[in-house]
């Protein structure tokens, strides 16, 4: 079956889907329909299940080892 990992980890395999952190602009207007899509483009992109995961909530989480993990080996692509 599917199971999310992250690149950098050794079980990402052949089935992995791929975990973008994202961090929208305060101005930024996305909807449910826009990220629905922006992980389609990445999927086909990646040739594998996106998942876009915003920041804040991964910060907000209650589950420290998971916050943690996630946070320390996020790796920055495009920062603007």
């Known amino acids: 079956g599917r199971h999310s990992s ?3 980890y050794p079980h990402f395999g052949p089935d992995s889907d791929v ?9 930024a207007n ?4 826009d990220v629905i899509r922006a992980e389609q483009e990445l999927s086909t992109l990646f040739g594998r299940p996106v998942d876009l ?3 804040e909530s991964v910060e907000q989480s ?3 080892i998971r916050r943690r993990r996630i946070l ?3 790796l920055v692509i495009y920062a603007g």
């Open 19 to 27: 975990d973008c952190l994202v961090r929208f602009s305060p101005d």
């Open 53 to 55: 995961v915003e920041r």
């Open 62 to 64: 209650e589950n420290w």
């Open 72 to 74: 320390e080996s996020a």
């Open 30 to 33: 996305w909807g449910l329909l």
């Open 6 to 8: 992250s690149c950098g």
